[in-house]
């Protein structure tokens, strides 16, 4: 088992039954994005993302964002120290290798913002002093779609800044009571070991640009997204970082998966984590109940797939 499935099968000690999950929240974070999980509560999102942090062996921060969490909450502050009569720069959560944005539709636009420049940039800018965040650094945020008062939803401009969007849905029957038993006498984090470091994570980040993608797959990639465009029920479709999103997490996925070029069906695996949060539907279909999702799913039910050579 090569390196990057490792740490999906050492995370999924502890989650069962969200190998899915865990193998697109591994591809985001090897094809250098973040990570926006929307779903109900007690699902393990939380979860997932400590044992995703502990599997890579690198370093975690949660923040639990509320209305009244500041940008330098997250950024970090520089305090006057009167003994030394110097200011001294006291890092924020940012300053880690995962971060967990928590209900990160609950603060305000202000604070929501001030994460920009770190999932763009890999930097942090605090009294006009501009510092490198650790790599890799990962961002896994969520959301609660259901409840709506006191929230403040993520422009499109932010949205766009996460690689994918993930739903996790409910355990079958067989997986909660295997997550009963596991739970009900001990916490299996606790036991949870490292598998990689951050030093190799930026080493497959490498090793993901080598993998290949084929001209065919190249022009199945921007058809698919040039269709997000024109199609008759979408106001605003992807824009190009939604291509080099939809390239860079196939072969990521590839990787994974222990290959070294893409296949078209890796594409079409992705394109409904990749694109649906990036496309805008026209009013009047959103009010008969149309989602991004849905013509997502129809543009790759519809297109040709290409031979991958």
């Excluded at 964002?65 to 110097?86: A, F, I, R």
Aim: glycine share 8%; hydrophobic share 40%.
């Amino acid at each position: 088992m090569n390196e990057s499935a490792l740490i999906v099968e050492n995370a999924s000690q502890v989650i069962i039954g969200k190998g899915k999950a865990l193998e697109l929240m591994t591809v985001a974070l090897l094809a250098g994005g973040h990570i926006l999980l929307e779903d109900v509560p007690g699902l393990g999102k939380t979860l997932m993302a400590k044992a995703l942090a502990r599997s890579i062996g690198g370093s975690f921060k949660r923040i639990q964002c509320t209305p009244d969490l500041l940008p330098s909450d997250v950024t970090g502050l520089s305090v006057y120290n009167q003994k030394s009569g110097e200011f001294v720069f006291h890092p924020g959560p940012v300053m880690s290798n995962v971060l967990l944005a928590d209900e990160i539709n609950r603060t305000i636009p202000r604070t929501q913002a001030s994460l920009l420049e770190s999932m763009g940039e890999g930097q942090v800018t605090v009294d006009g002093r501009t510092l490198e965040l650790p790599k890799p650094f990962f961002v896994i945020a969520t959301q609660n779609p259901i409840e709506l008062e006191g929230t403040f939803p993520l422009p499109e401009a932010q949205l766009d800044r996460f690689l994918m969007k993930i739903h996790i849905g409910y355990p079958k029957k067989e997986e909660e009571l295997s997550l009963l038993e596991r739970f009900i006498s001990q916490d299996p984090m606790l036991s949870l070991s490292a598998v990689s470091s951050p030093e190799r994570i930026l080493a497959l980040q490498q090793e993901r640009k080598n993998v290949l993608v084929s001209a065919p797959v190249r022009e199945y990639i921007t058809d698919l997204v040039g269709a997000t465009r024109t199609h008759p029920k979408v106001r605003y479709g992807a824009s190009p970082r939604g291509s080099l999103g939809l390239t860079r997490s196939a072969q990521a996925l590839a990787l994974v998966r222990g290959r070294n070029y893409v296949l078209p069906d890796d594409v079409k695996e992705l394109a409904g984590s990749v694109l649906p949060h990036r496309i805008i539907v026209r009013n009047e279909e959103r009010a008969k109940g149309l989602t991004a999702e849905a013509v997502v799913s129809e543009i790759v039910a519809s297109l040709a797939v290409p031979s991958p050579v």
